[in-house]
């Protein structure tokens, strides 16, 4: 995996630059179904099938397209089982769970203060 460029001003990391490689990082971490499928990884290894029922209410294409995404990113390792039927399992790289610890915060801090919040219309 190589290193991303620095930001066109200059700044290794910036990410209110708009040029910023950090700012598709921030783009893709904060995705709903990013932050959830990294915390439903947060335990182990787990099939799609287990992910999908674990994140209630994600498509199959939705989930798909984060896996893939994540995996591109280097958050996620892709297993294949040659097994009858083929097993696949996803589980955290060692940056996927670096990524997770800050994540969990903000899902603990939000079950925690949603009462804090008024209604949604």
Avoid at 77 to 96: D, H, M, Q
């Amino acid at each position: 995996m190589s290193t991303p460029a620095a930001c066109p001003s200059g700044t290794p990391h910036d990410v209110y630059d708009a040029q910023c490689p950090c700012r598709g990082v921030l783009d893709l971490l904060a995705d709903k179904w990013s932050a959830l499928v990294i915390g439903a990884l947060d335990v182990g290894p787990l099939r799609f099938g287990e992910l999908k029922t674990r994140l209630n209410g994600v498509s199959p294409k939705v989930l798909t397209a984060t896996l893939r995404r994540l995996e591109d990113r280097g958050l996620l390792n892709r297993a294949v089982f040659a097994e009858v039927p083929v097993r696949v399992e996803y589980s955290l790289t060692p940056l996927g769970a670096d990524a997770g610890r800050p994540l969990r915060e903000l899902r603990d801090w939000v079950e925690s203060n949603i009462e804090r919040f008024p209604a949604s219309a």
